[in-house]
């Protein structure tokens, strides 16, 4: 596609399950990032994917969070056991090197609401 | 003090006047970020400077690599430019973001 597509777009579960949002990149982007919005608040950052590695997950909030990028395009952010302040926007973002060096693409991102 | 400074935090203005948005950063960078949000929408990238000035249709932006500041400027402002405007830096492969400028343009 021409831009950086997320679905699910919009996700209602129920505290406790498990939740899966795929990031499908720019095709050729090897940097993909992960974050997370809340009402009102700027992005906070999750994690950083050059290639398939995981370069920096240091912003994951805990054990709960899991994100992969196995060959290097797709990305899937796994939330277990989901908590009532999980309730967020999740975001991705791709870019085609270091964001330094090129303009930062973000999806339209996955609203995930758990009651 | 936060890295990357944003001044205003809210501006309302009526529509057809010239805006301005001010960006200041206290860091090396390699390259400064503006991004518009529009209310329960996603984050577009409008432009990314790393030196100079780049316009696109009404929108420009400018930096300052020395003074470490840069501005966003919107001619002749229309209602739907109303939105979040935030400036973010990179170093490496990270992003700094501002806290962002609620801008409201009144018909």
């Known amino acids: 596609g021409a831009g950086v597509s997320q679905t699910p777009s919009n996700k209602v579960t129920e505290k406790g399950k498990y939740v899966e949002l795929r990031c499908d990149p720019i095709?050729?982007?090897?940097?993909l990032y992960w974050y997370r919005q809340s009402l009102g608040q700027g992005p906070e950052f999750l994690i950083y994917?050059?290639?398939?590695?995981?370069?920096?997950d240091s912003g994951l909030p805990n054990d709960r969070f899991f994100a992969v990028r196995p060959e290097g395009s797709v990305s899937t952010l796994k939330i277990q056991r989901t908590e009532r302040g999980d309730s967020a926007v999740y975001l991705c973002?791709?870019?085609?090197?270091?964001?330094?060096?090129?303009?930062?693409?973000f999806g339209e991102g996955s609203r995930l609401t758990v009651l | 003090k936060n890295e990357v400074e944003q001044s205003p935090q809210n501006l309302t203005a009526q529509e057809g006047e010239f805006i301005t948005i001010n960006c200041s950063y206290s860091?090396?960078?390699?390259?400064l970020h503006w991004l518009q949000q529009h209310p329960g929408g996603g984050i577009v990238s409008l432009f990314m400077?790393?030196?100079?000035?780049k316009k696109h249709g009404r929108l420009i932006a400018t930096i300052n690599i020395q003074e470490k500041h840069s501005s966003l400027h919107i001619t002749a402002s229309h209602p739907r430019d109303s939105a979040v405007y935030i400036c973010?830096?990179?170093?490496?492969?990270?992003?700094?973001w501002g806290a962002g400028t609620k801008l409201i343009i009144k018909p």
């Open positions: 994917f050059q290639g398939t590695g995981a370069a920096d």
């Open positions: 095709s050729g982007h090897t940097a």
């Open positions: 860091v090396g960078i390699s390259a």
């Open positions: 973010a830096v990179s170093i490496s492969y990270q992003l700094i």
């Open positions: 400077l790393s030196s100079g000035k």
């Open positions: 973002a791709s870019s085609p090197g270091l964001v330094g060096t090129g303009e930062l693409f």
